[in-house]
């Protein structure tokens, strides 16, 4: 057992080694992989309990010092070496010991418990936004030469890492409507690694037929990566259909306060192991302050998103028959087509609408403008509800043909539905409407 730096190869300054001992840790195919990374002290509960117990106790760390019944903010970069550290290093697990701040910190481990938990995963990674666990995740799973099936109709800025950086590492992209089956298998090549999807899609809300995907991916031993964020773990655990990784941006609905950037990747204790490496190498952990208020978002948010889905529904039945209305689009309404969807997530579709106004675009931001609640801004999953056009913010970076084809028309609204009394929402909509 070692038990002091010569032992390890630390070098004269104490600086840790990246690759050597934790690349074969990490690619050692009998090692015994134990969930977390976690300490005795991060509560643990028994998987049968339901998802608001989960979001409240999961992953808690209580303090054996103070007794303090919350998480402590563990505010430090780096932590004291004891004989646990120097043998991390010398086997290679340096994922499960407080070391840096990079590598890992109970503040982490907290928020990565608790969404692990309510995924139903091994394990999770905290980011500093969702970006940096989409990117991270995506350069950690595939590698040169290797293949992505993806969609147009993702977040713009996952649109843009794929198109504009991805091939600039030897990666190629196909893009597919995430809605055919029969179109994603098509796209399928020799090289391909990962299928990138939402599970919701943003901005039409076309639902991913996603159990029958891992279907196909299995099949072709292809990764499965699900963006969870529009519909969160309280909708749908994609994890237990066979995907591989949920990724949130967890700005949006798990922190759901609108006042911090974070992002999560959730699956096994294998593929996490590897995101979390490449994690160390791009950077992009998530900070302790953060991970403060992320964990605390993240104990109502079953609360809230029964609250969220609740209005979205009620605001998208009250618009399907106005007459400024031209379309709504919303799973609860009649001739939704995805019906995989409506059979996972059983009434609670998170808390988007988007509709379209008779007027176009110049019509749509007329009606912004008259909002008095509803803010105009861009992000969705906060407790206050917000506006914003698509062809303007989110795919602003696609071309008119490319909005056209996957379907964002002029006058698209996307309307992010707050936790505010429900009166009060269709009140300001209808009035806004009445004015223009
Ligand atoms: C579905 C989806 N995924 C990922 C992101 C990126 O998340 P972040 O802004 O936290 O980097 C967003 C942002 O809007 C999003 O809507």
């Known amino acids: 057992m070692a038990t002091n730096k010569q032992h390890v190869g630390l070098s ?45 106790h999961s992953g808690t760390y209580h303090d054996p010092v103070s007794g303090a019944v919350g998480t402590p903010v563990f505010q430090s970069t780096t932590f004291l070496f004891q004989d646990k550290t120097y043998d991390a290093f010398f086997e290679g697990v340096t994922r499960d010991v407080p070391i840096y701040t990079r590598y890992g910190n109970p503040s982490q481990w907290s928020v990565q418990e608790k969404v692990a938990a309510l995924e139903g995963a091994e394990s999770a990674v905290v980011f500093s936004s969702g970006m940096a666990a989409i990117a991270t995740t995506v350069y950690a799973l595939t590698n040169r030469g290797g293949h992505i099936v993806t969609s147009y109709d993702v977040y713009g800025g996952t649109y843009n890492l794929v198109r504009e950086d991805l091939h600039q590492s030897d990666r190629e992209v196909s893009f597919v409507d995430p809605t055919d089956l029969s179109a994603i298998e098509a796209a399928i090549q020799q090289n391909t690694q990962m299928f990138l999807f939402e599970g919701l899609s943003n901005p039409l ?60 990747a959730s699956g096994s204790r294998k593929f996490l192991d590897r995101i979390w490496a490449q994690m160390l190498r791009l950077g992009g952990q998530l900070d302790p302050n953060s991970c403060f208020l992320l964990e605390r978002g993240l104990k109502t948010l079953a609360l809230r998103m029964r609250a969220h889905s609740e209005n979205a529904t009620a605001i998208a039945s009250a618009l399907d028959s106005h007459p400024k209305i031209t379309r709504v689009y919303h799973p609860s309404l009649p001739g939704y087509e995805q019906t995989e969807l409506l059979d996972i997530c059983k009434g609670n579709y ?34 206050e509800s917000l506006v914003s056009m698509p062809f303007n913010t989110s795919h602003s970076s696609l071309t008119e043909r490319q909005r056209q084809q996957v379907g964002i028309r002029p006058g698209l609204i996307r309307f992010s539905a707050g936790v505010e009394d429900q009166n009060d929402l269709l009140n300001d909509i209808l009035n806004a409407l009445e004015q223009i």
């Not at 300054?13 to 690619?27: H, V």
């Not at 159990?211 to 909708?235: G, M, Q, W, Y």
């Open 205 to 264: 809300l076309k639902g991913l037929p996603v159990k029958s995907i891992c279907e196909l991916a299995r099949k072709h031993n292809i990764l499965v990566v699900i963006d969870n964020t529009f519909l969160s773990p309280v909708a749908s655990r994609p994890l237990e259909f066979g995907a591989d990784i949920v990724i949130h941006s967890a700005t949006k609905y798990l922190n759901g306060h609108s006042d911090m950037t974070a992002g999560v």
């Open 12 to 56: 004269a300054d104490g600086n840790m080694p990246e690759s050597g001992a934790q690349k074969s840790w990490m690619d050692q195919l009998n090692r015994k992989r134990v969930p977390g990374p976690r300490t005795p002290y991060h509560h643990k509960l028994d998987a049968r309990t339901g998802c608001s117990t989960r979001a409240v």
């Open 350 to 383: 998170g808390g988007v609408v988007s509709f379209e106004i008779e007027g176009g675009d110049p019509a749509a931001l007329a009606f912004m403008e008259k909002l008095e609640l509803a803010q105009v801004a861009t992000s969705l999953g906060g407790v």
